[in-house]
Structures are given as C-alpha cells and as structure tokens.
C-alpha cells in the first residue's frame, strides 16, 4: 500500500505540476491478477481497485491500519465498474453486474473479489473510511438507484448523478458514495463549483477512451490549477478545494465522501464570476 501526504494550501499556490500530482493525483491502480492500494493521509481513507483475472483476490491489511484484517476498524465501498464479477464477504457470496456496488462494514474479517468470466473480468473501485460502529453489509443495483438529473446541454454539463451509500439509500458511519455520468455531447462535471470544509472528496474517472483526457480543476475559487486525469485514475479533493472537471469526451466518475457529515446538499457554492 503507497501513503499519499496531501499539501496545504498555504503551499499549494507555489507548487508545480509535478508536484501538485504528487500530492493529490493517484494513478496506476488497475493491473490485471492484483489488488492496488492507496492510503491517504487525509481524513485517513483509502483508494484502490481489485482486478481479478484467473481466481479470487482476498482483501489483506496493510501495515500502514495496524489492524489486524482490512475492515477491523474501517467500512469500505466497491463499486463495479467492469464485467460480472462475485463479492465474498465471510460465507456468504454477493453477484455484481457492472455499475452494481457492494457496501461492507466494520468487522468483516473475510473479503474476496472475482470475475465471473475471464473473457470479460470484474474490475472493482474501493473507498473506504474509519468507521466507529458498524452498518450492515448493503447491495445497491444500477438500475434500483433513481438518477437526478441535472445541467443542459447548452452548457454542456448535462449529467445524471447516481447516488448508492448516503443519507437516503445504503447506510454507513461516515462514507459517502455515487457516480455521476455525463451525458453524450456534455463534457463538464461540477460546474458551477463548490467546497464543503466538513467533508472530503474523493473523483475515480473512469469509462475514458484511452486517448481521452479530463482536466480535473481544484484549489481556492480565486486560485485554481489543474491536473490532467486518465482513465481509472483518482484525484484528492481537500475541504478548502473546488473539485470539477472537463473532458475530452464523455465519461463516467465516481465520487466518495468522508469527514464530518452524510449531508450531500452541504455545500458552500462558488460563483463562476469569482473564480480564477
């Protein structure tokens, strides 16, 4: 597991590209046969993705939890975004189709992920978060979450948001969790921008041509910069930073959520008109 050191933003304002990248970019997570993880010193969460091929992947601790299984003292959210692929959680095993999502409490010694077909393996994007007390173990199918649907295509920003783990659907201690998807033709997400200081905020793109790009927007409204995002990679967002992108082309994001509370309205928003 790598640790990735989040910056503050009393230096993020002299950092350069590299280093901006190396601060709040993950990238290099999917890799065929292997389960690669990321702990993020902020808000202590953790991001990864297991890509099973020829046989199950278990779930490990890592010496960076000092725990002694992965979801001793954590909660966790998989979210599928490949082909048929299986969740064993103990004895009991949970089907998940692409898009499906499989959310994990505390005080689960024994987790496994496979694909149900080699030909078209899963690929499963993990969150996960502390958690104090533990939720039960919740499925949530694609198609049993009703999108919202927001933006037009004037502005080029028609999207619609999946939302899975919140207030209102599967129940955790503290992660939040959906996917957004933008519509053909639209290329923004999250724009007009906002911040929430009580919570962080964690982007996956994914479903990108492998030629295609997003510029993933962040920092201060009156001090932005941006990094250049590739399929299956992730980007860091910190409370004090605005977190929007636009892409080359259409595409999909899942965004996950920790910190201070499961309120996915408590936003402070940010006029385009002060932004810089």
Known sequence: MKTL????????????????????????????GEIHLTYVDLDRAVVGIASPADGP???????????????ERRELGALNIGGEGLVHVGDSTYPLANLDLIYIGRNNPEIRFESTSIEGPAVFYLLSYPAHTPYPITVVKKESVQPTELGNAAQSNRRSIYKYIHLAGAKSCQLVMGVTH???????NTMPAHTHMRRSEIYFYFD????????????????TRHIVVADREVVVSPGWSIHAGMGTQAYKFCWGMG???????????????DMR
């Open 5 to 32: 050191l989040i910056s503050d933003p009393i230096r993020y304002p002299r950092m350069t590209t590299q280093e901006l990248r190396e601060a709040f970019h993950v990238g290099d997570l999917a890799r065929a």
């Open 259 to 273: 910190g201070e509370n499961q309120d996915y309205a408590d936003m402070d928003p940010v006029r385009l008109e």
């Open 208 to 223: 990108l041509a492998e030629s295609a790009r997003i510029f993933h927007m962040m920092g201060p409204a009156e001090e």
């Open 182 to 188: 933008l519509h053909e033709g639209s290329t923004w």
């Open 57 to 71: 992947l278990a779930l490990q601790s890592s010496p960076e939890l000092r725990a002694a299984f992965f979801t």
